[in-house]
């Protein structure tokens, strides 16, 4: 007998994260989850088998060493002790606000933004504290206002869903303003002409998240990573699961890291896309908001949003319909190939004209 009395009240009074869609392979053209449309580097899936011919029998290495190295060495950082791994950074920030945030304590993060924050706050029984974005997806002064009992800000940069970005300095500022520690989530900064990464050595408080599962087409390993002073590596390693990351995805993320320019070429040919997308979209009634990531956000001006998505989904393409209430609402549209974005395209074009 299930007794919903036997839970902790937070985790009976959650709802879920609800990720995106995932229909069997092949169905659907998917452009709902802003998965890189491209294969990963050949490196990565050479080292994937290697690692498998290996040695399963043992335990992995705890601390990730080589992928610490080899992402130190790709980035720029002073040393290895500057990166903690994580299976997925969704695991890192999971680490993140169960390192900070405790129960009746606050997490802060703006909106609209990354949907998954609000639960893991949620699921620690703390409470977040939402600001509002301003209408240009500028971020208001009222995010860094201080508050009894808060602990951790996060803040995607770039955002999504918007794709917007705020300048390195813009970000600066808000760390130095704010009274806790600023997470930085640049799961989207290859994308982008401009990171926070070199904030970190600047200021402590200043914490970086990364992900491999959209510039280097990894999303299927689960593969992640925090960019922080040395202190805050130490002690959130402390929470971690003791192998928080397989031996097999470590090989792979290692790999990855030495493939710069296969990543250089692969975020210049979503640029490209990108660039097409923002042009051609707005020739069909879209208003499409200027992005620095790997998807569009695009609202049209007279036709709703949900007839888009269901006439798409029809014609098996996915794509995010996102519905902020009062802050808005519109579609996600993950950049594909070229020929998944002219599919995509020529049948907007056909329903709404
Ligand atoms: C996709 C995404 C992540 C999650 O990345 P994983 O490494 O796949 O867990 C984190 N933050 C934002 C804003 C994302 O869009």
Redesign the pocket.
Known sequence: MVNRSMYRPAVTALSGYVPGEQPPPGKFIKLN??ENPYPPPQPVVDAIKKAADGTLNRYPDATSRAFRCAAAEALNLPGPEWILAGN????I?TMLVRGFVGEGEKLRMPYP??V?YRTLADIQGASWDQINFNDDWTLPGSFTESTENLKLALL?NPN?PSGTILSESEVAKVAEELECPLVV?E??ADFAETNCLGLVGQNENVLV?R????SYGL?GI???FLVAHPEVVSELSKIKDSYNCDAISIAAATAAMKCSDWLADNCSKIIATRNRMAHELPKIGFQVTPSHANFVWCRHENISHRSIYDFLKSQQVLVRLMDFGDHGHGLRISLGTDEQNDALFCLLQGHLS
């Open positions: 989850t802003n997925g950074s969704d695991e920030l933004s990354y998954l995607p999504s989530d799961a989207y998240t992900t491999l599962s959209k999303a689960r593969f992640g």
